[in-house]
């Protein structure tokens, strides 16, 4: 099973900052890696699939970056909807995984 | 407009069962493969299972250890997940999504007490 590690687990940012969050495969996953964002009491929404297309619909302050085993999404400048918790999930192998989640908090 | 709503959640006692449905709308249920995800309370997402658009193939958590079958009624719109020999670690809110991952269902709470 493939392993993905999210660094920090908590991000303290004010609005308008810039976000960068990590994300590392305990092996290669190509390009095969999605990101998500989910607030209290919804279901997750997708952002970025396959490292760096956004989805439809998700603002260009959200963008994706790496390959391999890392990975990162950057959020160029955080709206009041942005203060959330972020997933990464590959699908590159069977079982498809998710990493335990950062959390963007304001400070 | 596409709609993925879960029910069957519910109170079940250790060792119990349960049946979650997924009703599809919107789309052409046939031509989408599904997953299962649940989160447990105050804790990560867990993808738990995949079921191809025929039916044919399909894969699951490793950590289910065979407890779990997915199925699912292309007449009825409707996918289905089976639960057995449930436990307190299978308390969460379980989601039904499109394999697109731009579809997800609300949730529907299952608690094992």
């Known amino acids: 099973e493939i392993v993905l590690t999210q660094s920090p687990a908590t991000l303290s940012l004010s609005p308008g900052e810039r976000a960068t969050l990590s994300c590392r495969a305990s092996q290669s996953i190509s390009s095969h890696l999605a990101w998500y964002r989910q607030t209290p009491g919804r279901a997750p929404r997708l952002l970025i699939y396959?490292?760096?297309n956004r989805a439809t619909g998700i603002p260009a302050r959200f963008s994706g970056s790496g390959s391999g085993t890392d990975f990162t999404l950057t959020i160029s400048s955080l709206e009041p909807e942005d203060f959330a918790v972020y997933y990464c999930q590959q699908r590159s192998n069977w079982p498809l995984t998710f990493g335990g989640g950062t959390k963007v908090e304001v400070k | 407009e596409v709609q993925l709503v879960e029910s069957g959640g519910g109170l079940v006692q250790p060792g119990g069962s349960l049946r979650l449905s997924c009703a599809a709308s919107g789309f052409s249920f046939s031509d989408y493969s599904m997953n299962w995800v649940r989160q447990s309370p105050g804790k990560g997402l867990e993808w738990l299972s995949f079921?191809?658009?025929?039916?044919?193939?399909?894969y699951y958590a490793d950590s289910l250890k065979g407890r779990f079958v997915v199925s699912r009624d292309s007449a009825k719109n409707s996918l289905y997940l089976q639960m057995n020999a449930l436990t307190a670690d299978d308390t969460a809110v379980y989601y039904c999504?499109?394999?697109?991952?731009?579809?997800w269902g609300q949730g529907t709470q299952v608690t094992v007490s």
């Open positions: 079921l191809s658009r025929g039916g044919v193939s399909e």
């Open positions: 999504a499109r394999d697109d991952w731009v579809y």
């Open positions: 396959e490292v760096s």
